[in-house]
């Protein structure tokens, strides 16, 4: 009998601001999370909302969040280095990686988070996902230091490095995996105690891996003013899809689901952020339709993912405990 494929949704539960700041900083999107909270219940989505310390420190949000939690939600933590203590870096634009910080402070801010989220919502956190994706060896080292059974940062086939010396996950596994920290977050660790579970992302044609080196060969930057990529994408030859509402299209969500299960990967994880359930506080939802669009996105792709395959809807550390990930990737894209 066919396993059923795990379908996982997490929400990157943030500030207001999209671009990084330490001060004035609101936290209005989260009074919108019991709409999404609300859809959620009727599709039989069980969401993780991935917390930012600046959201657990408010105590009308936070009490949001238990009442969330006590509905079946998980509560994970979610770390935005530039706003989360000890404040000992510079305010830098590369110092919003987390991997690019010293690993004593990001042990610190790790720690820091940890206790605000414990103590605001009841209950200890056990997945993580970095801000902007910073995940470093170090940062996994400090996981594991700090209890942490899950990590869900790794977006496969994207690499980050452009973006204020970011990681690259180029060669990721697209399944889940293991980590045991000090070494590339790239390569499964058998051993390891920490579950990557990877976020959803691969191409429209597979092999994802062949198609993976056609994106970077037409991503190269004497090729970039030609607009290739661009070209192919809208030729419909080839294009890179991310499992999210905010940048892809319902189709295109399905399409890469298709492949991912084809490809024997046996979860799909849709991802979206709270500032984009409120009008014009990230670049995805600019206006009420497109917050309206979005919620249609999520409904309408659950419920025809749900005509494809048998289902199973899962919290980020439940999915981590049903996998049981293997010791070899089923899929990866090549290393750079």
């Known amino acids: 009998m066919t396993k059923p494929t795990l379908l996982i949704v997490s929400i990157d539960t943030e500030e207001d601001d999209w671009r990084p700041r330490r001060d004035g900083v609101t936290v209005e999107n989260i009074r919108e999370l019991p709409r999404l909270d609300a859809l959620f219940q009727g599709l039989g989505v069980r969401a993780t909302y991935f917390t930012t310390y600046q959201v657990a420190i408010r105590d009308w949000a936070a009490a949001i969040l238990r009442e969330l939690h006590g509905g079946g939600a998980e509560l994970g933590a979610h770390l935005h280095p530039w706003n989360t203590p000890p404040l000992d870096e510079p305010f830098a634009a590369r110092n919003t990686m987390l991997n690019n910080l010293p690993a004593a402070l990001q042990r610190a801010k790790i720690e820091r988070l940890t206790a ?37 940062s790794v977006t496969p086939f994207m690499s ?30 058998p051993a390891g105690p920490l579950v990557e579970l990877p976020m959803s992302v691969g191409y429209s044609r597979p092999p994802s891996r062949v198609w993976a080196g056609v994106y970077r060969a037409l991503s190269v930057p004497a090729l970039r003013a030609l607009h290739l990529r661009g070209i192919a994408w809208r030729a419909g030859i080839v294009k890179r899809i991310a499992l999210s509402p905010e940048t892809d299209s319902v189709p295109d969500m399905l399409t890469l689901s298709r ?41 309408t792709y659950v419920e025809r993912l749900a005509r494809l395959t048998p289902l199973r809807l899962v919290t980020v ?14 899929e990866a894209a090549s290393h750079c």
């Open 116 to 152: 605000t989220l414990r103590e605001a919502c009841g209950g200890r956190p056990m997945a993580f996902r970095a801000g902007r994706y910073g995940l470093g060896p170090e940062t996994v080292t400090a996981l594991i230091g700090c209890g942490y059974r899950v990590d869900s």
């Open 160 to 189: 980050w490095k452009e973006y204020d010396d970011g990681p690259t996950f180029v060669g990721a596994p697209l399944h889940a995996y293991r980590l045991a920290g000090d070494a590339d977050v790239r390569i499964p660790q």
């Open 259 to 299: 492949r991912l299960m084809d490809a024997g990967v046996r979860h799909l994880h849709l991802f979206l952020h709270s500032p984009s359930l409120r009008p014009g506080l990230s670049p995805f939802a600019p206006d009420r339709a497109g917050v309206e669009r979005m919620y249609h996105s999520i409904a």
């Open 317 to 330: 550390s439940e999915a981590a405990t049903s996998l049981q990930p293997a010791t070899e990737p089923v």
